[in-house]
């Protein structure tokens, strides 16, 4: 990703996927404005835009919805206060934009969003404690350049979940980098391997299969 490019306007922009492409923020803002791009995910870092398809394929679905519910379940038997969206867009205006499949907010932070918010203005709020992407067509970009992303924000944690290779991949972030995790700082006592195991369940189990699993490693 060329950060030096020349940001280009709509006029020279087409929609590009899957590319980090060099806009201007108000460009940014027409383009994800239009209803016609409604379906489209949008990222902004260091006056660079990347689009992505609204994913479809099961594979993917299937991952996306275990990891909401395992979060729910931990969350739920350890009493811990949890706020979760699912593509929400957060933005840092005329700076910064992401827009995860997952993103938590935990603890003392689970009610500083309050109903009715479109955006998250992060020039407003505090960001997430936790974000996760699902990967099967970006992972390089979702842990390198995303990754970047969500340490300058701040973001406490950060979960990759590789749907090809059935693996979850989590860091802890900081400003001056980001360290790989065996177990969860934000979801207190979360064993990450006992995810990982249900990901491979879920290859050859139904979801409430791997649900009653979950509750009974998270109960113990």
């Not at 590009?16 to 239009?34: A, C, G, R, S």
């Not at 409604?38 to 594979?59: I, N, S, T, W």
């Not at 001056?176 to 290859?203: D, H, M, P, T, W």
Request: glycine fraction near 4%; charge should be negative.
């Amino acid at each position: 990703m060329d950060f030096t490019a020349k940001p280009m306007t709509t006029t020279q922009t087409k929609i590009v996927l899957d590319k980090w492409i060099p806009i201007t923020w108000e460009d940014f803002l027409q383009i994800t404005d239009d209803p016609a791009n409604e379906q489209l995910k949008a990222y902004y870092y260091h006056h660079h835009m990347r689009l992505e398809m609204l994913p479809v394929g099961f594979d993917h679905s299937l991952d996306h919805s275990l990891i909401i519910v395992a979060i729910n379940l931990f969350c739920i038997l350890k009493n811990i206060p949890l706020q979760l969206a699912d593509n929400c867009s957060f933005r840092k205006t005329n700076l910064k934009e992401f827009q995860p499949d997952i993103a938590c907010y935990v603890g003392e932070n689970a009610k500083i969003i309050p109903q009715g918010t479109n955006i998250v203005n992060l020039n407003q709020y505090s960001p997430p404690d936790l974000v996760v992407e699902i990967s099967q067509t970006s992972f390089l970009d979702d842990i390198g350049i995303k990754r970047s992303l969500y340490e300058s924000f701040g973001i406490k944690e950060y979960w990759v979940i590789n749907v090809e290779n059935c693996q979850i991949i989590a860091y802890t972030l900081e400003v001056e980098g980001s360290y790989r995790l065996q177990f969860s700082q934000v979801f207190s006592g979360l064993n990450l391997a006992i995810l990982q195991e249900a990901l491979s369940k879920s290859r050859q189990e139904d979801h409430s299969e791997v649900g009653q699993w979950l509750m009974t490693q998270f109960q113990q």
